[in-house]
């Protein structure tokens, strides 16, 4: 019997411009790169966090602060980003780590 799928839970599309990216530089991704993707492909920024973000909770990404310490993020941490509407420069501010696959 064929197993299905279930469909991904973030933007597949975004998911894997991200790695693209990641491969092409052999780098983490910054907030700087992410707003610099965002402007030149007509993306919200808040679109690629959310992405981000649950690629993190289901560990096919990570987050580490600009401290170099992995920050574990959860669905409440994307529910307050969530709650927000469209995000501020302060709210990226938070986010001005690194981003990588794991």
Do not use: C, H
Request: aromatic share 10%.
């Amino acid at each position: 019997m064929q197993q299905l799928m279930s469909a991904p839970l973030w933007d597949e599309g975004l998911s894997l411009f991200l790695l693209g990216e990641y491969e092409k530089r052999q780098a983490p991704l910054s907030m700087d790169d992410l707003r610099a993707f965002a402007n030149e492909n007509a993306v919200r920024i808040g679109d690629i966090l959310e992405t981000l973000f649950l690629m993190s909770i289901y560990g096919e990404w990570k987050y580490t602060d600009t401290d170099g310490v992995e920050q574990e993020l959860d669905e409440d941490a994307l529910n307050e980003l969530y709650a927000k509407g469209r995000l501020t420069d302060n709210d990226l501010a938070v986010f001005s780590g690194i981003w990588q696959p794991v």
